[in-house]
C-alpha cells in the first residue's frame, strides 16, 4: 500500500514563526502535492512538485514556499506565519505521467494553528 | 474553466437509509478523469472509485454505487442500507487529461445517526 506521512497531527506556531511541515512517501512517486482544507472552501492546491527540485504553483501559492530535494520528501515552508494560514494541510503523491488515471494518495493531515 | 459542484454542504440520515451524494462537473475537455475520496473524521483522504470520460458504465461495490452520466456532467454516489462508520466528509474531484492537479468540489459532510 501506498504510504504518505506528514511529521506532525497538530502544531501550533506563533505569528512571525517560519514553519515547516514535512511529507515523505514511500512508493518512489513522481508527483507530490501540498493542498489546504478549510471549511466550505474543500481543497485548494498550494504548490506541487513532478520531481526532484522541480515545483509549480497551484491556485494559493501566496505566503509559502516548498523544498523537494529528495524525491520522497517534499516540504511545505511558511517563512513568516500568520493567522490566516491556519487551516489543515494536506499532502498527497502519485506517480506521475498525463495519462491513466493516477489517483493520489493523501497523507493524514497536519492541523496548524497560528496564534 | 474547470469546476465541481456538490450542491450538499451537509446530509444527515439515520443507520439503513439510502443517501445519494451529488457531483456536477464542468470541463471542456473530451477526455477526463472523476474521483470521489472520503475523509473520515481521522482527516485522510481515502480513495474510494475513479472513473474516465470514455467509461459510463456505473459500478457497485458492495453498499457504494456510482452513476456517472456525461448528458448531466454528473457522477453522483449512492450508499445504501447506510451505517454510521459511513459519516465523514465526502469530495468529488476532476482532472483532464493532460494534468497531474485534481479540481475538488468543496466536500459533502455526510452523518449518519444510530
Known amino acids: 500500500d501506498v504510504k504518505v506521512t506528514q511529521s506532525s497531527r497538530y502544531l501550533v506556531k506563533r505569528t512571525g514563526e517560519k514553519v515547516f511541515l514535512e511529507c515523505v512517501q514511500d512508493?518512489?512517486?513522481?508527483?507530490m502535492f501540498w493542498y489546504r482544507q478549510d471549511p466550505g472552501l474543500g481543497l485548494r492546491l498550494i504548490y506541487f512538485?513532478?520531481?526532484?527540485?522541480?515545483?509549480e504553483k497551484g491556485d494559493i501559492p501566496e505566503g509559502y514556499s516548498v523544498s523537494r530535494e529528495k524525491k520522497e520528501r517534499f516540504s511545505l515552508i511558511l517563512e513568516s506565519a500568520s493567522t490566516n494560514q491556519t487551516s489543515m494541510y494536506l499532502c498527497?503523491?502519485?506517480?506521475?505521467?498525463?495519462?491513466?488515471?493516477?489517483?493520489?494518495?493523501f497523507g493524514p493531515g497536519t492541523r496548524l494553528t497560528v496564534l | 474553466a474547470q469546476k465541481v459542484t456538490q450542491a450538499q454542504t451537509e446530509i444527515s440520515v439515520v443507520e439503513k437509509e439510502d443517501v445519494t451524494l451529488d457531483c456536477v462537473y464542468e470541463?471542456?475537455?473530451?477526455?477526463?478523469?472523476l474521483f470521489w475520496y472520503k475523509q473520515p473524521p481521522s482527516g485522510e483522504l481515502v480513495f474510494l472509485i475513479r472513473?474516465?470520460?470514455?467509461?459510463?458504465q456505473n459500478e457497485i461495490s458492495g453498499r457504494y454505487s456510482w452513476n456517472f452520466q456525461k448528458s448531466t456532467s454528473s457522477f453522483n454516489f449512492t450508499i445504501t442500507a447506510s451505517q454510521v462508520v459511513d459519516s465523514a466528509v465526502y469530495f468529488c474531484?476532476?482532472?483532464?487529461?493532460?494534468?497531474?492537479?485534481?479540481?475538488f468540489g468543496t466536500g459533502t459532510r455526510l452523518q449518519v445517526f444510530p
Open positions: 498527497a503523491s502519485n506517480p506521475g505521467g498525463v495519462g491513466g488515471y493516477n489517483e493520489q494518495f
Open positions: 512508493m518512489d512517486h513522481e508527483n
Open positions: 512538485s513532478y520531481d526532484v527540485k522541480m515545483k
Open positions: 470541463t471542456r475537455d473530451t477526455t477526463y478523469y
Open positions: 472513473r474516465n470520460s470514455f467509461d459510463e
Open positions: 474531484a476532476l482532472r483532464s487529461y493532460n494534468t497531474d492537479k485534481l479540481i
